[in-house]
């Protein structure tokens, strides 16, 4: 079990950046692998990218790849999301998300995860 916990959203201009911390409670940090999903007002909850158990591995979804870095640091329990040339279709609420199962699911799935952060809220104007 683990307690999540986002910050560091807030309203740019596009193009602007924002980063976005999660920070986890407990001594077990390193047994997840994280991920962060957006939610936009009408729309479904969707990836954004995921980060593997040591940090050595990222998937980052077509949308934001090439703009978004996702980086964890497992001494610290937190885990970074740093969001470069944001644009208006960035602006959602933005979830930090925990998981350790074995399901048979890609890390961009939602049933990959089993424990969710507030979220922050992200906008973007134009």
């Known amino acids: 079990q683990v307690q999540l916990v986002e910050s560091g959203g807030g309203l740019v201009q596009a193009g602007g950046s924002l980063r976005l911390s999660c920070a986890a409670s407990g001594r077990t940090f390193s047994s997840y692998y994280m991920g962060w999903f957006r939610q936009a007002p009408g729309k479904e909850r969707e990836f954004v990218t995921a980060i593997s158990r040591t940090g050595t591995t990222t998937y980052y979804a077509d949308s934001v790849k090439g703009r978004f870095t996702a980086s964890r640091d497992n001494a610290k329990n937190t885990v970074l999301l740093q969001m470069n040339s944001l644009k208006p279709e960035d602006t959602a609420v933005y979830y930090c998300?925990?998981?350790?199962?074995?399901?048979?699911?890609?890390?961009?799935?939602?049933?990959?995860?089993?424990?969710w952060g507030q979220g922050t809220q992200v906008t973007v104007s134009s």
């Open positions: 998300a925990a998981g350790d199962n074995t399901l048979g699911f890609p890390l961009s799935a939602l049933g990959k995860y089993d424990y």
